[in-house]
């Protein structure tokens, strides 16, 4: 946690418009992929001084009994012990059910194209997300390279004959890219009230509250709400979540988060391609 006199400056600063590393109230830190040379979908993004590890796997299993046709798609968080020294113990959990809210309810893996087998062998993907160190806006990063992890990832193919299931090496057919639809990207927001630091009370009264993009760690801990959504590239809204402090109207949302959230999530998407061209050469 922070001190008060901490949090005093930080709400201060705020209400002129001045953040703790100079950005705007609306602009995002840099964001970087850096994919590892061999092996597909193990990627490492930073954004700013937050870092996140993500790689997916594949294997292939029997498929529940209710979903022959049907492979599936799982999602696991870990927070190294340096992360969770900045985080509460509910952190993980609450990180991977929002994940999972933005991915794996949305639909983002085609999971009918992960059956090999109708009844007998389907596809089990992994994505593992580790958390290496925390300064904020853990599930825009978290998301992010879970997205990219997919994007990147290949998986064997396999022959299916009266024998059996083959499953080739990459030595001897090419690996084959996951069907993915739409995949979103999450941008989160701080909502802070600057009022709290106002003593004269028709100040309080006209004091607004402000939503603070992709907020690093010390602005997150001021005490306020934190408002998350995810967007696809088409700008459809698949998740909007707000949690804590002040509440926010709708006419703040549509003009000082949708709008950059949209723009960010095109971004983030343009930035992974980008990437991975440059990565793997195509």
């Known amino acids: 946690m922070i001190s008060n006199l901490e949090r005093s400056f930080i709400l201060k600063a705020l209400c002129s418009g001045v953040r703790l590393d100079e950005r705007t109230l609306n602009s995002f830190r840099d964001t970087s992929f850096l994919f590892h040379p061999t092996q597909r979908g193990h990627v490492t993004v930073h954004l700013g ?141 701080a909502v802070l009230d600057p009022a709290e630091e106002e003593t004269d009370h028709a100040t309080k009264q006209q004091s607004k509250v402000v939503p603070v993009v992709d907020p690093v760690w010390m602005e997150e801990q001021c005490g306020g709400g934190r408002l998350s959504m995810a967007i696809n590239r088409n700008g459809e809204v698949v998740m909007l979540v707000k949690t804590g402090g002040e509440a926010l109207d709708m006419e703040t949302i549509q003009t000082d988060c949708l709008y950059v959230a949209r723009q960010r999530a095109v971004h983030i998407l343009d930035a992974i391609n980008a990437a991975i061209v440059k990565a793997r050469g195509k």
């Open 49 to 189: 001084q937050t870092k996140v590890l993500a790689v997916t796997t594949a294997t292939i299993i029997r498929p529940y009994v209710d979903r022959p046709a049907e492979g599936t798609i799982n999602y696991f968080v870990d927070l190294t012990a340096l992360a969770l020294l900045e985080s509460d113990e509910q952190e993980e959990g609450r990180l991977q059910r929002l994940l999972e809210r933005v991915l794996k309810n949305s639909r983002v893996v085609d999971t009918e194209s992960l059956c090999v087998v109708p009844g007998e062998r389907v596809w089990s993907v992994r994505v593992d997300i580790r958390v290496i160190d925390h300064d904020g806006a853990l599930l825009d990063a978290s998301v992010a390279a879970a997205v990219a992890s997919l994007v990147d990832f290949r998986r064997p193919e396999v022959t299916v004959t009266e024998d059996g299931v083959t499953v080739h090496s990459e030595f001897e057919r090419n690996p084959v890219p996951l069907a993915l639809h739409n995949p979103a990207i999450a941008v989160s927001f």
